[in-house]
């Protein structure tokens, strides 16, 4: 499931904290894959599953 760079921003906010939020809109791109990009994702603290779960898609 795609996604924002800036949705998936605030959730790393939220989930992660503001550095790790700073670092992902540095080098997230405009749009983010959930299963393209899962391996930057956990780097940055998230767990891509249940992100889709929390911002709303369905897998």
Do not use: S, T, Y
């Not at 921003?9 to 989930?15: A, G, Y």
């Amino acid at each position: 499931m795609q996604f924002n760079r800036q949705e998936v921003v605030d959730h790393i906010r939220v989930e992660a904290g503001h550095d790790a939020a700073r670092q992902a809109a540095q080098i997230l791109p405009d749009h983010v894959d959930h299963e393209h990009h899962e391996a930057l994702l956990h780097e940055l603290g998230v767990d891509p599953r249940k992100m889709v779960e929390k911002l709303g898609g369905i897998l």
